[in-house]
T-cell receptor
Framework: DGGITQSPKYLFRKEGQNVTLSCEQNLNHDAMYWYRQDPGQGLRLIYYSQIVNDFQKGDIAEGYSVSREKKESFPLTVTSAQKNPTAFYLC??????????????FGQGTRLTVV | AQSVTQPDIHITVSEGASLELRCNYSYGATPYLFWYVQSPGQGLQLLLKYFSGDTLVQGIKGFEAEFKRSQSSFNLRKPSVHWSDAAEYFCAVGGVEGGTSYGKLTFGQGTILTVHP
């Protein structure tokens, strides 16, 4: 079955360390996204990528970095510059269908806790 | 810039009662509108979506939503709530930018639904 896989589900890191969250999709979607979710704030867009080797900053990109070397993969690195990294991170992908409709799918999320 | 407002942070209803979750959006062109549901610690599941055509859309789990362009709203409804509907609900707006093959979504803050027996 096609889908989006985020790993790991739970991640613990010490303050000041960089950490990379994995996101893989086998849906053949062109676009991929990273969202951060905090209680009471909904989902906020960190980075998105429309095609391989290209990505754009979202609303809260500071302290994060991404790469898109393969269509299937869009890893997110939370750097030590991110002041408040503890959050739930969701990866998504989307495609525009031949009928002009947008289909978006989400992974199950990674909960990052920095201690 | 596109934006979504869900005015109710937390709603409590009794099992069997009707439900309406509010969503207002701001978008420069014709919007694509979505409702997602999220159980604790899980990803998002799509309940329903609106692209064009009939303004009343039916979704999974007995949910429906009505698109009202004049009010910039896309409220989610269910005639009779079940205990298993307790979750957090997100409204999202998106569109196609510049003819690219993707759609960027903007989410509301979410509404937590509690269901009393």
């Amino acid at each position: 079955d096609g889908g989006i896989t985020q790993s790991p589900k739970y991640l613990f890191r010490k303050e000041g360390q960089n950490v990379t969250l994995s996101c893989e999709q086998n849906l053949n979607h062109d676009a991929m996204y990273w969202y951060r979710q905090d209680p009471g704030q909904g989902l906020r867009l960190i980075y998105y990528s429309q095609i391989v080797n290209d990505f754009q900053k979202g609303d809260i990109a500071e302290g994060y970095s991404v790469s898109r070397e393969k269509k299937e993969s869009f890893p997110l690195t939370v750097t030590s510059a991110q002041k408040n990294p503890t959050a739930f991170y969701l990866c998504a992908s989307s495609i525009l269908t031949a009928a002009g409709r947008v289909k978006a799918f989400f992974g199950q999320g990674t909960r990052l806790t920095v201690v | 810039a596109q934006s979504v407002t869900q005015p109710d942070i937390h709603i409590t209803v009794s099992e069997g009662a009707s439900l309406e979750l509010r969503c207002n959006y701001s978008y420069g062109a014709t919007p694509y509108l979505f409702w997602y549901v999220q159980s604790p610690g899980q990803g998002l599941q799509l309940l329903l979506k609106y692209f064009s055509g009939d303004t009343l859309v039916q979704g999974i789990k007995g949910f429906e939503a009505e698109f009202k362009r004049s009010q910039s709203s896309f409220n989610l409804r269910k005639p009779s709530v079940h205990w298993s509907d307790a979750a957090e609900y997100f409204c999202a707006v998106g569109g196609v930018e510049g003819g690219t093959s993707y759609g960027k979504l903007t989410f509301g803050q979410g509404t937590i639904l509690t269901v009393h027996p």
